[in-house]
């Protein structure tokens, strides 16, 4: 098999999407909207809002006065190395050279091979079909010049979109706009994943929270 790093982008360009921790109100308007965009049924979710704490929707952890919890936006973090890529037998995920990954369903056999390989457990699988199902960005739509449709309904405006390795981009206008804290998703994956998404908050992380890593920029 080929290295994980033959995988980058020819490019340059990274698409990706930068999560606003702060302004995320759980409202799971990203999941639905994901879901009608790409004709998925009810059970299948390419971006899940789970409630970080209690992991109980809307409850939060601990007990008062120490009460603490966060949603937290949840897809495929489009890595510079994909570890799923390099699960699938059937080369049925690539790397675009826009950085954004998804899936070929015509070579999909749905043999589940690659959620397991994915560290941050955001692939879903739709049992009508036996499909994998990814947040690929909605790439129907920016093939046609259209940002990703989570962004565009979230009323929140937690959600940016842009290149990561363009200077002038949407997400790092952003991110010196209001200068914050950047995270990961942790996931004990392969350390050379290098998940592309990112999140975002001025709150410091609870020290009983382990499902994000703090990173520059």
């Given at each position: 098999?080929?290295a994980?790093?033959?995988?980058?982008?020819?490019?340059?360009?990274?698409?990706?999407?930068?999560?606003?921790?702060?302004r995320?109100?759980?409202?799971h308007?990203?999941t639905?909207?994901c879901?009608?965009?790409?004709?998925d049924p009810?059970?299948?979710q390419r971006?899940k809002v789970?409630?970080?704490?209690?992991?109980?929707?809307d409850?939060?952890?601990?007990?008062?006065p120490?009460v603490?919890?966060?949603?937290q936006?949840r897809?495929?973090?489009?890595?510079?190395n994909?570890?799923c890529i390099?699960?699938?037998?059937?080369?049925a995920?690539?790397?675009r050279?826009d950085?954004?990954?998804?899936?070929?369903d015509?070579d999909?056999?749905?043999c589940n091979?690659?959620?397991?390989?994915?560290?941050?457990g955001?692939?879903?699988?739709?049992?009508n079909?036996?499909?994998?199902?990814?947040?690929?960005m909605c790439?129907?739509?920016?093939?046609?010049?259209?940002?990703?449709?989570?962004?565009d309904?979230?009323?929140g405006?937690?959600i940016?979109f842009?290149d990561?390795?363009?200077s002038?981009?949407?997400?790092?206008?952003?991110k010196r706009k209001?200068?914050?804290?950047?995270y990961v998703?942790?996931?004990g994956?392969n350390?050379d994943?290098?998940p592309?998404s990112?999140?975002?908050?001025?709150?410091a992380?609870h020290q009983?929270?382990?499902?994000i890593?703090a990173?520059?920029?």
């Amino acid at each position: 098999m080929s290295a994980l790093n033959d995988q980058q982008p020819e490019t340059g360009q990274q698409l990706g999407l930068l999560i606003d921790l702060d302004r995320c109100i759980g409202c799971h308007a990203c999941t639905l909207v994901c879901q009608e965009e790409h004709g998925d049924p009810q059970g299948v979710q390419r971006m899940k809002v789970p409630t970080i704490g209690s992991g109980h929707h809307d409850i939060p952890a601990g007990v008062y006065p120490d009460v603490w919890m966060y949603f937290q936006p949840r897809m495929c973090q489009h890595c510079i190395n994909p570890p799923c890529i390099e699960s699938c037998p059937f080369e049925a995920i690539e790397k675009r050279d826009d950085g954004v990954v998804e899936i070929i369903d015509e070579d999909c056999t749905g043999c589940n091979l690659c959620p397991p390989a994915c560290p941050y457990g955001v692939i879903a699988i739709n049992s009508n079909d036996m499909l994998v199902a990814i947040c690929d960005m909605c790439s129907t739509r920016l093939d046609e010049g259209l940002q990703p449709a989570c962004e565009d309904a979230c009323p929140g405006d937690a959600i940016f979109f842009g290149d990561i390795n363009g200077s002038d981009s949407v997400i790092n206008a952003q991110k010196r706009k209001l200068p914050k804290q950047a995270y990961v998703l942790s996931g004990g994956g392969n350390k050379d994943d290098q998940p592309t998404s990112r999140y975002q908050s001025q709150k410091a992380q609870h020290q009983a929270d382990t499902s994000i890593l703090a990173v520059d920029g």
